[in-house]
């Protein structure tokens, strides 16, 4: 048995551990929080801790009514931009997921709900497009060590977010390490084009096969 360890006023997400009870015929270990919705909910500790439950439920009930509410703005980019920010920092089998959610990026709860996400950056999404058109329009995080929220977010073209990365990173793909705009140039694609579908998890593979299958289409006689 592990060793008892006292949460007792930490706060984990939307919960605070207020005390521990044991329940069930082994007498096991559970924390009864307060949730910030008034609520209360019995919590193994080591969800606590790992973070899996950060609500007594309604977060998760939240979200699920934001990811299903259109507020007009569900077939957009915007809102697309929103849903690949959450996929590739939850998401295991997002392509992306190892460089933002298995490396401790995350999107604060606030942003969790499309709403308040839209409070926040709609209006400056709106003028960055005006400037530099929807589809060079990109969410960028000022620090990359840390996650998407208000005061570490901005919008940015492909070519000013490849300036504000970790490092200038490669690709392995059909047998050699490439840089994006090294990607776009060889398999005939525009550099946004590569960004913004590495950003939505595209395999490599695919993304050098589509501008082939393009091509194809061109001039089916080359493709024999």
Known sequence: ??????????????????????EGRNKAIYWLCEC??????????????????????????????????????????FNQTWRDMIDRTHRKKNFAYNDYGNRGITVCDEWMVFENFMSDMHETYLLHCESHGEKDTTIDRIDNNKGYRKENCQWATYAE???????????????EYLKAKEIADKYGLTYPTVMHRIHRGWPLEQIAASSFSRGCRRNETNCQ
């Open 36 to 77: 910030d919705c008034g609520n209360t909910a019995k919590v193994v500790p080591s969800n606590l801790r790992n973070g899996h439950i950060r609500s007594c439920g309604c977060f998760r009930r939240q979200v699920a009514i934001s990811f299903n509410t259109t507020h007009g703005l569900s077939k957009t980019r």
């Open 1 to 22: 048995m592990g060793k008892f360890k006292n949460l007792t006023g930490q706060r984990f997400g939307r919960l605070i551990a207020r005390q521990p009870i044991r």
């Open 161 to 175: 977010q490849s300036l504000n990365r970790r490092n200038c990173k490669t690709y392995f793909i059909n047998g």
